[in-house]
């Protein structure tokens, strides 16, 4: 059974308690213990039965009709929130990703590329095996993974974009088996360019339920102009 | 309906939102305490769902957990990236039904609820509390002490007991 502090800090972490130094240094334990990473699913899985009693509000009419814009990329978009947050947290995982990638500066964004971009995403020194080509198809705005990460069960592979600002954004969770296709999310289609990092990591089953890599990353590769 | 939102079946997908949106917008709009953040939180979340729905598997988490889950989250990061002001209180926690449950939950969910449902009577009155708000409310240690007011590291033990009995009894009923 795993250290008492180790549960607690978990469940404080689950709860959302934490705030500031203890908030990050939580983050950072959630990146780098997959056994503290385990217990704060095991925390939100038991507190999951509370969900039961929370009264329900009627969302607004209409709202599905703008989340479905988004999806296909109409004209209007819905507004996207940042979370600037300058927590200590977001800024130390993507100084993390950082050290263990080396990012090439970005090249003048393509207007509309002749030449496909590609990359090697390769083990880092937390994952293994071969290295995977992902290219992306401008045509229909998805990257294309040319095979599947090694995957323990249970688990999921998750893509992340990380441009010259350093911060992890999801692209989506890559096939258990074969090639992949992924959409890329609407907001990232403008920063796609040569230099721009592709990431796998390792997140529970349906991704990474915070929006920032909770698991290793286990694969890293540079965008470049094939 | 989760699984074949996955495959990118949209009638699926606008099924899941019929039935899963009221209980999603509730949990949004008490945490985040405003509505037209509420609904910008909730439009981010089912944009979540549609994108990652593809690797959901049927397993531990029921789906509306999973969704629940996701939404309680990102509306927790939403209020945390707030510039600090006074958060007005949301009203009583919601009590714990004796036996509601959602229709989509299965057997495990029951089970589950059940436990955490007798777990939560060993844990003194104020320790239920805290938790309990802290899981409704999304507040922080700092905001919940200033709520009841007592110091941070009285309320900070409260918690702290509260989870590890928790801990040991689901333990022990595991």
New interface residues.
């Given amino acids: 059974m795993p250290a008492p502090d180790t549960d607690i800090t978990a469940g404080e972490l689950a709860l959302g308690l934490l705030e500031g130094a203890e908030r990050a240094a939580a983050l950072r334990r959630l990146l780098s213990e997959p056994e503290f990473a385990r217990e704060v699913e095991r925390w939100r899985a038991h507190l999951g039965a509370w969900f039961a009693a929370w009264p329900e509000v009627e969302a607004p009419p209409g709202l599905f009709g703008r989340i479905e814009a988004s999806i296909d990329s109409r004209p209007r978009a819905l507004p996207v929130r940042v979370w600037q947050a300058a927590t200590a947290a977001s800024s130390l995982i993507a100084a993390c990703l950082l050290i263990a990638l080396f990012v090439r500066p970005a090249g003048p964004p393509p207007l509309a590329p002749a030449r496909p971009l590609v990359a090697s995403i390769a083990p880092t020194a937390q994952g293994s095996g071969a290295p995977i080509a992902a290219v992306y198809d401008t045509a229909t705005g998805a990257i294309k993974m040319a095979s599947a990460a090694a995957v323990p069960e249970g688990k999921s592979a998750e893509l992340w974009a990380i441009g010259s600002d350093g911060a992890p954004r999801a692209i989506g969770l890559l096939a258990a088996d074969g090639p992949s296709r992924l959409p890329l999310p609407i907001a990232l289609r403008g920063r796609i360019a040569a230099g721009l990092t592709l990431a796998i990591s390792i997140e529970p089953r349906g991704g990474s339920p915070t929006g920032k890599p909770t698991g290793p990353v286990v694969a890293a590769g540079t965008l470049i102009q094939a | 309906m989760l699984v074949a939102t996955g495959r990118g079946d949209?009638v699926a997908f606008?099924n899941f939102?019929d039935r899963t949106?009221?209980?999603?917008?509730?949990?949004c709009?008490?945490i985040c305490g405003e509505r037209q953040a509420a609904?910008?939180?909730?439009?981010?979340v089912?944009?979540?769902i549609?994108?990652?729905?593809?690797?959901?598997?049927p397993?531990?988490?029921?789906p509306?957990?999973?969704a629940?889950?996701?939404a309680?989250?990102?509306a927790?990061?939403?209020r945390?990236?707030q510039p600090a002001h006074r958060w007005s209180d949301a009203g009583p926690s919601?009590?714990?039904?004796d036996e509601?449950?959602?229709p989509s939950?299965t057997l495990v969910?029951e089970e589950?609820?059940r436990q955490?449902?007798l777990c939560l009577d060993a844990l003194d009155e104020q320790q239920r509390d805290a938790?309990?708000t802290?899981?409704?409310d999304?507040?922080?240690?700092?905001e919940?002490a200033e709520r009841r007011a007592v110091p941070l590291g009285t309320l900070k033990s409260w918690?702290?007991r509260g989870?590890?009995r928790?801990?040991e009894c689901?333990?022990a009923s595991a």
């Fill in positions: 949209r606008r939102y949106s009221a209980k999603l917008f509730g949990i709009l008490r609904e910008d939180v909730l439009s981010e089912y944009l979540t549609w994108k990652r729905a593809a690797g959901y598997e397993g531990r988490a029921s509306i957990t999973w629940a889950t996701v309680r989250n990102r927790i990061d939403w945390r990236a919601p009590n714990l039904p509601a449950l959602l939950e969910m589950d609820s955490l449902h938790i309990r802290a899981f409704y999304g507040v922080t240690y700092a919940l918690v702290r989870l590890l928790l801990k689901l333990h």
